[in-house]
């Protein structure tokens, strides 16, 4: 048997580049998405600001460590559906990206985000 024979079909023509450029902007978009900066986001994934900077950047996220990309992927709590499945347009709107962090989201972390979802669409109503 040989080694690709385990390799999802839909994902075997998905280059390196493709993949880089991907995982660059669903990590970029997330993270503006919840109003959060890069300097933020290195603090709460334990990585320095120039990763998250060279993560967002689609010529040199290729590069980027598996470690380092499990890290954002759990602390922006992304889907890795949207990564991989970027066709998908329902697993990335806006409001399946809230509802994907809201789903995962601790009871402490709730207390946080509620007031900031009743503000936004509060203020989207009027």
């Known amino acids: ?17 493709e993949f880089a450029k991907t995982f660059s902007n669903v990590v970029r978009e997330t993270r503006q998405l919840f109003g959060m900066t890069q300097a933020e986001l290195a603090e709460l994934s334990g990585l320095n600001r120039s990763t998250i900077v060279k993560v967002e950047d689609p010529l040199q996220s290729g590069t980027t460590h ?12 992304i889907n890795p559906n949207r990564i991989f499945y970027p066709e998908m347009t ?5 409001k399946q ?30």
């Open 1 to 17: 048997m040989n080694k690709n024979s385990f390799v999802d079909i839909e994902l075997q023509n998905y280059s390196l580049e």
């Open 66 to 77: 598996m470690s380092t990309m499990l890290a954002i992927i759990k602390v922006l709590k």
């Open 90 to 94: 329902e697993l990335n709107s806006p």
């Open 97 to 126: 990206i809230l509802m994907d962090y809201v789903s995962v989201c601790s009871e402490e972390e709730l207390k946080f985000v509620k007031p900031l979802i009743e503000a936004y669409v509060e203020a989207k109503g009027q």
